[in-house]
């Protein structure tokens, strides 16, 4: 089937969470998000934060959503929640959070495990697997799909980027979830939502992340990832 012939769900009613929106990856991805239409709840540690933050996303340009601001707790009432914080705090945040994202919630972790040493970045073992295997493990109530992990937060940030080019890899192992992931992946000019396998399958995908910063340091780039013959 190419990639053409796939039916997405119209997703464009749905509100957007970020957890962490006030982070480079969040705030990036909140003002996408903001500029495709979608109504988005940027949540950070403090409400005042995340009003602040939603309040400078009005005012870029381009955007056409409703964005609104709060705790991650406020964030975390959104039809799709995005996990978008520190590794280190991870486990805490997403468990914290774990009694509001019940009832069939769609969480999608963009969360990339990675340590730092004088030879650049690595992939950090991870018990469960992966950042999203362990949200999964957390959050037994919700569909938890993995996405989002190689986009540059300087070109999301960018109001002068027109169009993100790339592929974003969407991993879950609830089909129907991980269809409107990727529809709302294609909400953001430029991008395809692909699906890319089962949720036990994201460690790979994360860690892919450590040598997509090295290609950018020796090129100078903020490279992503594109999937050919779709």
Known sequence: MSYDQIELPDVSGLSVGIIGGTGPQGRGLAYRFARAGQRVLVGSRSTE??????????????????????????????DVVVIAVPW???????????????????????????????????????E?????????????EARVCAAFHHVSAVLLADPE????????????DD???ALQVQALAGRINGMRG?????????????ALTANLIAINKRYKAHAGIRVTDL
């Open 49 to 78: 934060r995340g009003e602040h933050a939603a309040q400078e996303l009005r005012e870029m340009p381009g955007v056409h959503g409703v964005v609104e601001g709060g705790d991650n707790a406020f964030a975390a009432g959104a």
């Open 88 to 126: 280190e705090g991870h486990g805490a945040t997403v468990a914290e959070l774990a009694p509001l994202l019940s009832g069939g919630r769609i969480v999608v972790d963009c969360v990339n495990p990675l340590g730092f040493d004088k030879q650049g970045p690595y992939p950090l073992r991870v």
């Open 128 to 140: 469960e697997g992966s950042a999203a295997e362990q949200a999964a493990a957390l959050l037994p």
């Open 161 to 172: 980027v027109d169009a993100v080019d790339l592929d974003v890899l969407v991993l879950g």
């Open 175 to 177: 089909r129907e979830a």
């Open 194 to 206: 692909v699906f890319a396998g089962r949720l036990r399958n994201a460690g790979q995908v994360e």
